[in-house]
């Protein structure tokens, strides 16, 4: 009962498939959900060499190298701390 949808269609008074077949990649046997080809990717060798030949929002956000994840976290940091300040601020 789980098969690939393509169209919208209703297949029980629950299940609405709104997502259309291959919609950003090829759908491998067992999966539902399309994979999207992966972006460019080079290593760095630190994270203050990524940042420095990246730059902070590209290693966050654009995922150009392997410390994307930690540049996001630092980010969202940043993020919630100025959240608090203005929070306790007008608070």
């Given at each position: 009962m789980n098969e690939p949808c393509g169209d919208v269609e209703i297949r029980k008074g629950y299940?609405?498939?709104l997502v259309p077949r291959g919609m950003a990649g090829d759908?491998?046997?067992g999966e539902r959900i399309p994979r999207r080809p992966a972006p460019e990717f080079e290593e760095a060798g630190s994270f203050?060499?990524?940042i420095s030949?990246?730059?902070f929002f590209g290693t966050a956000l654009d995922d150009k190298?392997?410390?994307g994840p930690v540049a996001m976290m630092v980010l969202l940091?940043?993020?919630a701390?100025?959240?608090g300040t203005v929070?306790?601020?007008l608070g």
């Open positions: 299940d609405l498939c759908v491998r046997d203050a060499e990524a030949r990246d730059g190298n392997q410390y940091l940043i993020v701390a100025i959240t929070i306790r601020l």
